[in-house]
């Protein structure tokens, strides 16, 4: 797919930090769940990751979430992707949110935030999120 190895390593870079994002959700309520995780891992595929690279994905995204200290490090690249990209990663964050059937204060400040962070507007980021909840209830 891609020539250049400096794409290649500029989108395996994109991957990991869409990762992280995503384990950050994941973990914000202190309670990381397989589930949470298939999720994860389910959204960097239909992303388009190289399945054969996944885990070592998944283990530079989780090294990247635990070596940041703000959600800026995993937005920067993010807010430049095609919308219907983040789209989908916008409702994977609430499927994670939503996985345990509820979402707590720190899970719905996180999503305010992205929302600006992303630049997705409040009635589509407020769509996705009773989608998934009702999905999920």
């Not at 384990?23 to 202190?30: L, S």
């Amino acid at each position: 797919m891609f020539s250049n190895k400096k794409k290649e390593k500029n989108r395996e870079s994109d991957f990991v930090k869409i990762g992280a994002l995503l384990i950050h959700a994941a973990r914000i309520d202190e309670n990381y769940s397989k589930e949470e995780e298939e999720i994860i891992r389910k959204t960097l595929l239909n992303l388009g990751a190289n399945k054969n690279d996944l885990e070592s994905l998944m283990t530079k995204a989780k090294q990247c979430e635990n070596d940041s200290n703000q959600i800026l490090d995993f937005t920067r690249e993010i807010k430049n992707l095609e919308e219907i990209n983040k789209i989908k990663i916008i409702k994977s964050l609430w499927e994670i949110i939503y996985s345990n059937k509820d979402a707590d204060i720190y899970e719905t400040n996180l999503m305010r935030r992205l929302a600006g962070l992303l630049y997705i507007d409040s009635k589509t980021m407020g769509d996705i999120k009773d989608k998934i909840e009702k999905d999920n209830l």
